[in-house]
């Protein structure tokens, strides 16, 4: 029996690497495998994450990810990769990596796997699909198959050849639910300055929608000319794209100071001021943020860089606090869309069978990784899709004997 696979990415390389054997032929446009899977986690590859759940995925079809978890957890993934010989590690977060912090070692490591067990064809990308005739057409060659696993990715990182060009191909047939991008960045209508751009601080990023908290994130918060990024960002990013998809009201709230309430912040600042009656407000800022942000966080809290500690009152100090423990960015748009890292949205998971990624019409057809309509979280959820989906069809294609 002929296993005809679409794309050389991550859920590819898992699918061939589990396969052990059999007459499977990978086709990809690039000129090599894993291309994407080299830019993960900043070249560091955050593979998986101990925390898991649905909750930490978005789908039209909230439970479509419970047999993948029950069947390949976080876990089964570390096993797998100690057996194929990389080794990992994990930090406090959670967040699981090679032991090396590079891609490369995945890529590498499952590359090797996988072809021992399947064909590689690069530089041929996919024109046509003809599921009636299980005929795949690339610009010089023309593919039959009894099987076909479509391993495409989304529409992200498009240079990586994630470019979404399968959903054009398979619309007609195969039901595809709107689509968003993922693990962004965004652009606020409030900006600081340009001397604030690239400012890193570690604080608590909290979203709101039309008034209502949705999710917060304790972690790196970098302020740009356009907007916000960093971790914190990442890590609340995916509900908020779909928020901005929904025309919803958005506001990222942020706490300079998440390990004290606004009333310790308070009586902490007013300290200060007291012990240094005679030093700016300016001044007695330098050793509570970064400099570079001072101007703008006086300039919200409408409060003069020079005035004396011994001259703030009531009203100045509770504008101060309120600026580091609750500042509030309004939402405009996604700011980065060629390098977002994830597609929300994509083969609506209602007509796939959980138990094999199989389609519910065309049933030798299966889906597995990205180009399917679940989203994770940041923190090396989407590669565990990858991996979780690819052993999920491999299990059942293993069953059938092929």
């Not at 991996?387 to 294609?397: E, I, Q």
Request: glycine share 8%; net charge positive.
């Amino acid at each position: 029996m002929r296993i005809l696979v679409i794309g050389a990415g991550v859920s590819a390389l898992f699918f061939a690497s589990f396969m052990d054997g059999g007459d499977i032929t990978v086709i990809e446009k690039n000129e090599f495998a894993g291309r994407k899977l080299l830019a993960t986690g900043n070249g560091r590859c955050n593979f998986t994450n101990l925390n898991q759940g649905k909750e930490f995925f978005k789908s039209n079809n909230p439970g479509f990810v419970d047999y993948a978890i029950n069947t390949f957890d976080s876990n089964k993934l570390i096993g797998y990769f100690n057996e194929i010989g990389i080794a990992t590690t994990h930090l406090p977060s959670g967040r699981c990596y090679p032991l090396t912090m590079s891609s490369k070692t995945v890529r590498d490591s499952l590359f090797l796997k996988a072809k021992e067990n399947a064909e590689f064809v690069f530089n041929q990308e996919v024109i046509a699909i003809d599921f009636d005739k299980k005929q795949v057409k690339t610009k010089d060659k023309s593919y039959t198959y009894d099987k076909l696993v479509i391993s495409t990715g989304g529409k992200t990182l498009k240079n990586s050849g994630s470019d979404g060009k399968i959903f054009d191909l398979i619309k007609d047939r195969v039901k595809v639910t709107p689509m968003t991008y993922g693990i962004t960045n965004f652009e606020t209508k409030e900006k600081f300055s340009k001397k604030a751009k690239g400012t890193k601080i570690t604080g608590k990023a909290s979203l709101l929608v039309d008034g209502k908290y949705i999710k917060s994130s304790v972690d790196d918060i970098i302020f740009q000319n356009y907007g916000l990024t960093g971790t914190a960002i990442l890590d609340i990013s995916n509900e908020l794209s779909i928020s901005l998809k929904n025309n919803s009201k958005i506001q990222i709230e942020i706490d300079f100071f998440p390990g004290s309430t606004k009333e310790e912040f308070t009586f902490y600042l007013r300290n200060i001021a007291k012990k240094f009656p005679a030093r700016t407000i300016k001044e007695i800022l330098i050793g509570i943020i970064n400099e570079k942000l001072i101007d703008d966080i006086l300039k919200v809290a409408r409060v003069s860089p020079d005035k004396k500690a011994n001259n703030l009152n009531d009203k100045d100090f509770e504008m101060l606090s309120k600026t580091l423990k609750s500042l509030r960015f309004n939402i405009t748009d996604i700011h980065d869309r060629v390098n977002a890292q994830v597609t929300i949205g994509g083969v609506d998971t209602r007509y796939i069978d959980p138990k094999t990624m199989a389609d519910e019409k065309y049933k030798d057809v299966f889906f597995i990784g990205e180009c399917l309509d679940v989203a994770g979280d940041c923190g090396g959820y989407n590669i565990w899709w990858a991996a979780a989906s690819a052993f999920v069809s491999s299990k059942f294609l293993r069953s059938l004997n092929v």
